[in-house]
Nanobody, 126 residues
Framework: VQLQASGGGLVQAGDSLRLSCAAS????????MGWFRQAPGKEPEFVAA??????????RVADSVKGRFAISRDNAKSTVYLQMNSLKPEDTAVYLC??????????????????WGQGTLVTVSS
């Protein structure tokens, strides 16, 4: 499956952005979808994930962004979204989308994801 992330940019603290990740090549609805972020010199950090079809479309969001970020998916468009509100400078990173078919308990583990998009840069100025 191929993934294409978009929607990043330069914003000020307190602003909002919506990231998109379009998938192609495989049946999108068969995969849990995840968003991770990676700052320079750091490992990918889990941000959010959403269940695949048949699981109930439940979501998981990292504590660091809970209440500010939300993940959603449109299986008809093979696209997953990350709505980011009340952005902070510490949210600055390259945001990556990825897919996995691992059991839901492990969706916050980047090592469990099999396919990754190229990432989109989000820069939040203070």
């Amino acid at each position: 499956v191929q993934l294409q992330a978009s929607g990043g940019g330069l914003v000020q603290a307190g602003d909002s952005l919506r990231l998109s990740c379009a998938a192609s090549g495989r049946t999108f609805s068969n995969y849990h979808m995840g968003w991770f972020r990676q700052a320079p010199g750091k490992e990918p950090e889990f941000v959010a994930a959403i269940q695949r079809r048949g699981y109930g479309s439940g979501t998981r969001v990292a504590d660091s962004v809970k209440g500010r970020f939300a993940i959603s998916r449109d299986n008809a468009k093979s696209t997953v979204y990350l709505q980011m509100n009340s952005l902070k400078p510490e949210d600055t990173a390259v945001y990556l989308c990825a897919v996995t078919q691992i059991v839901w308990a492990y969706v916050d583990d980047a090592r469990r994801y099999t396919h990754w998009g190229q990432g989109t840069l989000v820069t939040v100025s203070s």
